[in-house]
């Protein structure tokens, strides 16, 4: 069974930092892009970081981009999300996907987490 189990999310002040983890099982770790998506309230799922853990390719939104940084640990089978400079605008549930290719697409990952909340204070 494929499971992605999210952790580290919580209350923040703004200009603080937080990380995230997102730790897999049920699949071979190296075959799959693994990464962050996020939803407000009242808006869309959107794209926020990915990584390949295999070749280390990675992918960052333009809103996260020289802030956020996405990592792995492929001896624990884990990725974390490390969050800098956080912003209110940060604020959202925060989920956990994998899929077979680095994408920005909700479409491309089939495996998701149950989601953690960050919410960034001003």
């Known amino acids: 069974e494929v499971q992605l189990v999210e952790s580290g999310g919580g209350l923040v002040q703004a200009g603080g930092s937080q990380r995230l983890s997102c730790t897999a099982s049920?699949?071979?770790?190296?075959?799959?892009?693994i990464g962050w998506f996020r939803q407000a309230p009242g808006k869309e799922r959107e794209a926020v970081s990915f990584?390949?853990?295999?070749?280390?390719?990675?992918y960052y939104a333009d809103s996260v981009a020289g802030r956020f940084t996405i990592s792995s640990d492929n001896a624990r089978n884990t990725v974390f999300l490390q969050m800098s400079s956080l912003r209110p605008e940060d604020t959202a549930v925060y989920y956990c996907?994998?899929?077979?290719?680095?994408?920005?697409?909700?479409?491309?990952?089939?495996?998701w987490g149950q989601g953690t909340q960050v919410t960034v204070s001003s």
């Open positions: 990584i390949s853990p295999s070749d280390g390719r990675t």
């Open positions: 049920g699949f071979t770790f190296d075959d799959y892009a």
């Open positions: 996907a994998a899929g077979l290719v680095v994408s920005p697409l909700k479409s491309d990952y089939p495996y």
